[in-house]
């Protein structure tokens, strides 16, 4: 099993840095297992102790506006939801780091949405997406996150808010 190690950042708390199995693990639930991501095409890009970015390209499947092209109000829900999720089972990955990946990455069995909530702030056009979800409470049988969507140059489409329950 590889250690892992921490970032210290000047003025700020260190950042977990995880096993590159608890990563694969995540990837793999979010990308592979999850049939509906799967489809969509949803990619992980970056994991943190309480974010996790990931990315989606436009495909002609994805269309909600058939006249302007932009993406469909149902893909960037779905994306903003399991991505919001995953950034739970990256805060809870953080929290139990002394349990076995395994361990760690079965939390997703209990994981389910409670609430969410998506702004849709502007129309969804372009040909790649981005997406960040940042944990802002993990407690102990409840989770808040806030997610965006948005373009390649940071322009936000949507924002949304999660609850999700842990346990």
């Known amino acids: 099993m590889q250690l892992m190690t921490q ?9 977990v840095l995880f096993e590159d ?3 694969a693990g995540l ?3 979010f990308e592979e297992e999850i049939a509906f991501n799967r489809l969509l095409g949803l990619k ?10 990931a990315s989606l390209a436009m ?6 506006n058939f006249a302007h092209q932009r993406v469909h109000g149902g893909v960037i829900s779905a994306a903003l939801d399991t991505l919001g999720g995953i950034a739970v089972m990256a805060a809870l990955g953080a929290r139990h780091r002394a349990q076995p990946v395994s361990e760690r990455l079965a939390h997703f069995g209990k994981l389910g949405t409670i609430d969410l909530r998506v702004d849709y702030l502007r129309p969804g056009v372009g040909e790649n997406f981005l997406m960040r979800a ?5 407690g102990s049988r409840i989770a808040n996150t806030r997610m965006e969507f948005m373009s390649t140059d940071g322009k936000v489409f949507a924002a ?4 999700y329950i842990v346990s």
């Open 27 to 29: 990837k793999s639930i």
């Open 134 to 138: 940042q944990v802002l409470r993990l």
């Open 7 to 15: 970032v210290l950042h000047p003025g700020g708390p260190p950042a």
């Open 59 to 64: 495909r002609p499947e994805l269309v909600g």
């Open 44 to 53: 992980i890009a970056a994991v943190e102790a309480d974010a996790v970015s």
């Open 21 to 23: 199995d608890f990563i």
């Open 160 to 163: 949304g808010t999660g609850v």
